[in-house]
């Protein structure tokens, strides 16, 4: 077996646990492989053992790997930081946006997805506490601006993402993971079905699921680090 199948193996067994051991069905967790600075080869090693979702944070980078893998089939998902002068590329290649945090780039993504796509599925990222990353609408803003998102035409709204800081500690790990959940559920309150929860990265995964994360992003857990290739 592949190192990369071997690690996506453990990735997926550490998800079951955590279902297992927050009484939740793995079933409703789904395995995001962030594929950032790899190359195509290891998408294409982790395609074949099995996996369909790729993350990527780049626009050109990202883009130049959804056309190399045309026709396997693959679901990409853009998890990075978006410009608005960027959005059109990932309007058309990309089917989940997870980083809209401004109106104005949901507008652009809407106005130019291509009309024989499926609507783009989109989360708004909010910066919970304790995220130094800047990026994120406040946790006051979002429902208005999933109200105003849901109302487009191309756009389909799907949840709410988070990236909060790396802590060492369960508890502390679970506490903006916590507030994610929480919000979901005061904006599902007011009408807005919200599907997704979009949190967990290799070093937190597990308080995630813990706290209902439906989508976990995984890098480095599968891919090694990145910059030590
Ligand atoms: C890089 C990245 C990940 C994956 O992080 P790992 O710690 O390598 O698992 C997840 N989400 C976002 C937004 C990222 O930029």
């Known amino acids: 077996m592949s ?20 009484g939740r069905s ?4 789904s395995l995001l492989a962030v594929s950032k600075t790899w190359p195509v ?14 993350g990527e944070n780049y626009v050109q980078e990202g883009v130049t790997k959804v056309l190399a893998t045309a026709g396997l089939g693959l679901d990409w998902h853009f998890i990075g930081p978006l410009q608005s002068n960027k959005t059109r590329l990932v309007a058309e290649h990309f089917s989940w946006v997870h980083s809209v945090e401004r109106l104005k780039v949901a507008e652009r993504l809407s106005a130019q997805r291509p009309e024989d796509l499926p609507p783009l599925s989109v989360c ?26 849901s109302g487009l035409p191309r756009l389909k709204l799907r949840g709410l993402m988070a990236i909060p800081d790396a802590a060492d500690d369960f508890a502390a790990q679970r506490v903006p993971f916590r507030q994610l959940r929480e919000l979901r559920e005061q904006i599902r309150a007011a009408g807005l079905p919200l599907d997704t929860l979009s949190m967990g990265m290799s070093g937190d995964l597990e308080a995630a699921v813990a706290e209902g994360a439906t989508i976990v992003r995984i890098g480095t857990a599968i891919f090694g680090e990145r910059g030590h290739a």
């Open 41 to 54: 080869d290891c998408v294409l090693e982790a395609s074949s053992a099995g996996q369909r979702s790729f």
């Open 26 to 29: 793995p079933r409703e967790i």
């Open 3 to 22: 190192a990369i199948a071997s690690s996506l193996q453990a990735v997926r067994r550490r998800i079951a646990t955590a279902a297992r051991d927050f």
């Open 124 to 149: 708004i990222e909010v910066n919970v506490s304790g995220a130094a990353t800047k990026s994120g609408c406040k946790p006051e803003e979002a429902l208005e601006l999933c109200r105003a998102v």
